[in-house]
């Protein structure tokens, strides 16, 4: 069985930096593709930013030049560089993974989130 293990949530203020990340935990020979997704209270999950085991990457607009993706093929791990962070980044960020059994049957599996709080 896979986990997703979650880090680097924490307070910051407007305008400043998060590095999270986001590494798997158990039996898997690869990943398909990893994401960040974002919920606040009240309020959708929506995708924040995702990349493949290629590294093909995917932003959501509203963070399109102050997010940076990245993984590390070796370690099957995925970061979220966030800088020039606002207030309406406040939430609750979850990692997310698909990936491939040994049956040859993809799954997927969510991690239980880090909070994220941006004060102004």
């Known amino acids: 069985q896979v986990q997703l293990v979650e880090s680097g949530g924490g307070l910051v203020q407007a305008g400043g930096s998060l590095r999270l990340s986001c590494a798997p935990s158990g039996s898997t020979f690869s990943i398909n593709t990893m994401g960040w997704y974002r919920q606040a209270p009240g309020k959708q999950r929506e995708l924040v930013a995702s990349i493949t085991n290629r590294g093909r990457v995917n932003y959501a607009d509203s963070v399109k030049g102050r997010f940076t993706i990245s993984g590390d093929n070796a370690r099957n791990t995925v970061h979220l560089q966030m800088n020039s962070l606002k207030p309406e980044d406040t939430a609750l960020y979850y990692c997310?993974?698909?990936?491939?059994?040994?049956?040859?049957?993809?799954?997927?599996?969510w991690g239980q989130g880090t909070l994220v709080t941006v004060s102004s």
């Open positions: 997310h993974a698909n990936y491939p059994t040994t049956t040859g049957r993809n799954q997927e599996v």
